[in-house]
């Protein structure tokens, strides 16, 4: 069986199947950018398979593995742990993949795969500590409760991370979303929060984490979430890399979503984030890509959530123009104009672009 997802022909239109895809997995309506925290039903959802039926009374997490001291843990017990709220913004990977050419057959998303919310749960590095890692220990394997066949592998969804990466990040057990217990659809009772990485990594309805001393070859590390060009190895997809969108300004058109401006001047307003370093740059163009200018950036409000920017447009001539942004981040990482290809469509930043009339 082939693993790897279809690439479209040239000509291929959205099928029927995507289109399936695309009404289960939402993403959040753009104009949501407004919002610091987006509220939880505006957020974006991608589900692989369907979101399964766990009962919170009866869940529980076991940490087993290369450990000393396997634990396993009722709600009850997790939530009496110290508990941290984190602001994360999180994207999936695959934002931006239904403008690829030739566009990789998934979930087809154009720019709005990404929500910003507050996640509240127990820290996960002091519950390792618990347990008591061995020396050998050097990845988790984090399974979640929902199952499926993908690409003609059945599995749980299952995502591997090396341990060096979740003792250097701020991972979270969470089990509440904005001030709220987790909604289904959004893993609960439990997911892990995985502050600067593309969505994959925020493995949802968690019931199991495993501690191993080889690294995870499961469907999601080895065959999903792989940046390449053919059937080559090629490189893990991990941190969100840098992304701005703006707010779109004026009111929409129902069929193209084109906006419509008057003349005059407008408080262009945006976010941009970034999961390997911090956003320290975001331009806008007002001619389509022509020219490019500096936004002004709001005050961070916290390293792993989106940044706002702002940038004052005065549309002085009428007629049909596109708006564009791009962020840069401290790693000197900037947006393409030109989305390089990539065979599954993967960790795409290109820069949006937005057209609008100005009447
Ligand atoms: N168990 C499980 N976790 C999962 C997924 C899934 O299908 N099953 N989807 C992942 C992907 S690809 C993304 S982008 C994020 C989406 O999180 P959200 O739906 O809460 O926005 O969840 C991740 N965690
Ligand atoms: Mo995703």
């Given at each position: 069986m082939d693993q790897e997802a279809r690439v479209a022909e040239p000509d291929e239109a959205i099928s029927v199947?995507?289109?399936?895809?695309?009404?289960?997995?939402?993403?959040?309506?753009?104009?949501?950018?407004?919002?610091?925290?987006?509220?939880?039903?505006?957020?974006?959802?991608?589900?692989?398979?369907?979101?399964?039926?766990?009962?919170?009374?009866?869940?529980?997490?076991?940490?087993?593995?290369?450990?000393?001291?396997?634990?396993?843990l009722d709600l009850p017990e997790l939530r009496s742990r110290p508990s941290q709220t984190l602001r994360v913004t999180i994207e999936c990977a695959g934002n931006g993949r239904a403008r690829l050419l030739p566009r990789p057959i998934s979930q087809p998303w154009l720019v709005e795969a990404v929500g910003t919310a507050e996640w509240t749960g127990a820290p996960l590095a002091p519950l390792l500590a618990e347990c008591g890692l061995?020396?050998?220990?050097?990845?988790?394997?984090?399974?979640?409760?929902?199952?499926?066949?993908?690409?003609?592998?059945?599995?749980?969804?299952?995502?591997?991370?090396?341990?060096?990466?979740?003792?250097?990040?701020?991972l979270l057990l969470a089990y509440e979303m904005n001030g709220q217990p987790l909604p289904p659809q959004h893993g609960a009772p439990v997911r892990v929060v995985a502050p600067g990485w593309y969505g994959m990594a925020h493995v949802k309805w968690l019931q199991h984490i495993e501690v191993s001393t080889t690294a995870f070859r499961g469907f999601q590390n080895a065959t999903a979430y792989r940046i390449r060009q053919g059937d080559e190895a090629g490189e893990p997809v991990t941190r969100m890399r840098p992304r701005a969108l703006v707010v779109p300004p004026g009111f929409p058109d129902f069929m193209t979503r084109e906006r419509v401006v008057d003349t005059g001047t407008h408080a262009l307003r945006g976010r941009?984030?970034?999961?390997?370093?911090?956003?320290?740059?975001?331009?806008?163009?007002?001619?389509?890509?022509?020219?490019?200018?500096?936004?002004?950036?709001?005050?961070?409000?916290?390293?792993?959530?989106?940044?706002?920017?702002?940038?004052?447009?005065t549309a002085d001539s009428r007629g049909s123009t596109e708006i564009l942004c791009r962020a840069t981040d401290a790693h000197g990482d900037v947006q393409p104009v030109e989305?390089?290809?990539?065979?599954?469509?993967?960790?795409?930043?290109?820069?949006?672009?937005?057209?609008?009339?100005?009447r």
């Open positions: 199947d995507e289109l399936q895809l695309a009404a289960r997995n939402h993403g959040m309506p753009l104009e949501a950018l407004r919002y610091d925290v987006t509220p939880v039903g505006l957020h974006y959802l991608l589900i692989h398979y369907d979101i399964p039926d766990v009962d919170p009374a009866t869940w529980r997490l076991d940490i087993d593995g290369a450990v000393e001291r396997p634990l396993s061995r020396p050998d220990a050097v990845e988790l394997v984090l399974t979640g409760a929902d199952h499926g066949t993908e690409r003609g592998v059945e599995q749980d969804y299952q995502r591997g991370m090396r341990l060096d990466d979740v003792l250097a990040g701020d941009a984030w970034s999961g390997a370093a911090a956003v320290v740059r975001v331009e806008v163009s007002v001619d389509a890509g022509r020219s490019w200018a500096d936004a002004e950036l709001d005050a961070a409000t916290g390293r792993w959530d989106w940044v706002g920017w702002s940038y004052a447009w989305q390089p290809w990539n065979r599954q469509g993967m960790a795409n930043n290109a820069v949006q672009r937005v057209p609008v009339r100005v």
